[in-house]
C-alpha cells in the first residue's frame, strides 16, 4: 500500500533560519505529491503540490521538488518567520487507488524570534 | 473561496452519548470525507462519499458512521462515543475529476472531547 514518511518533530528554528522537512513516500502508482500546513487553531491548507517527476511546487516562500528516483519531496524554505510556525502535513494522492490523500504524521515547526 | 464549514469547533460529550458532527460545502463538490487527527499519527481516513447515499469506509471506520442525504451535507455519527474517541476531527471536499493533484478542501476542525 502506499505510505508517507516524514521527520519527526518539533523541529525549533530562529528566525531568518533555512528550513528543511523531510519527505519520503512510497506508491504502488504514479503518484502526485502535496504540502498542507495547519496554523493553530485551523484546518489544513494546501500550501503546495507537484504532479509529476522534477516539478516543483513553490508558494509563499516554500518550496518542494518531486524527486522520482529518491521517493522524496522535500519541503524548504530559505528564511523562516514567526509566522510560519505551524504543522505541517506531507501526502500523496495516487490515481490507482482513487486519488485518495495518504499523510504523513505531521511536523510542528516553532520558530522563535 | 471554497468553503467547507463545521458546525461545531469545540465539544465536550459524556461515554455513551449519540454524537452528531456536522459539514457543509458550498462548491457542489462530489466527494466529502472525514477524518481524524491524533498528534503523531497523522490524518486517518474514517469514511468518505463520493455521491449522495453513497459511502464506503476509510481506514477506522469502527464506533463511527456517516450520513450523506443532501450533496453539500456530510454528517459524522458516534452511536456511543467512548474516550478513545477524543480527537480533532476534519472534514474535507472536492471534485471527483481523477486528474492529477486534485485538491481537497478542509474544514476548521471540531475538537470532540469525550468524558
Known amino acids: 500500500g502506499n505510505s508517507v514518511t516524514q521527520m519527526e518533530g518539533p523541529v525549533t528554528l530562529s528566525e531568518e533560519a533555512f528550513l528543511t522537512i523531510n519527505c519520503t513516500y512510497t506508491?504502488?502508482?504514479?503518484?502526485?505529491l502535496f504540502w498542507y500546513v495547519q496554523y493553530p487553531g485551523e484546518g489544513l491548507q494546501l500550501l503546495l503540490k507537484?504532479?509529476?517527476?522534477?516539478d516543483k511546487g513553490s508558494n509563499k516562500g516554500f518550496e518542494a521538488t518531486y524527486r522520482k528516483e529518491t521517493t522524496s519531496f522535500h519541503l524548504e524554505k530559505g528564511s523562516v518567520q514567526v509566522s510560519d510556525s505551524a504543522v505541517y502535513f506531507c501526502?500523496?494522492?495516487?490515481?490507482?487507488?482513487?486519488?485518495?490523500?495518504?499523510f504523513g504524521g505531521g511536523t510542528r515547526l516553532m520558530v522563535k524570534p | 473561496d471554497v468553503k467547507v464549514t463545521q458546525s461545531s469547533r469545540y465539544l465536550v460529550k459524556r461515554t455513551g452519548e449519540k454524537v452528531f458532527l456536522e459539514c457543509v460545502q458550498d462548491?457542489?463538490?462530489?466527494?466529502m470525507f472525514w477524518y481524524r487527527q491524533d498528534p503523531g499519527l497523522g490524518l486517518r481516513l474514517i469514511y468518505f462519499?463520493?455521491?449522495?447515499?453513497?459511502?464506503e469506509k476509510g481506514d477506522i471506520p469502527e464506533g463511527y458512521s456517516v450520513s450523506r442525504e443532501k450533496k453539500e451535507r456530510f454528517s459524522l455519527i458516534l452511536e456511543s462515543a467512548s474516550t478513545n474517541q477524543t480527537s480533532m476531527y476534519l472534514c474535507?471536499?472536492?471534485?471527483?475529476?481523477?486528474?492529477?493533484?486534485?485538491?481537497?478542501?478542509f474544514g476548521e476542525g471540531s475538537w470532540l472531547t469525550v468524558v
Open positions: 474535507a471536499s472536492s471534485t471527483r475529476a481523477l486528474a492529477p493533484g486534485n485538491t481537497i478542501y
Open positions: 506508491a504502488t502508482g504514479y503518484p502526485s
Open positions: 507537484a504532479t509529476k517527476a522534477d
Open positions: 501526502a500523496l494522492s495516487d490515481r490507482d487507488a482513487g486519488n485518495m490523500l495518504t
Open positions: 462548491m457542489d463538490h462530489e466527494n
Open positions: 462519499s463520493y455521491d449522495v447515499k453513497m459511502k
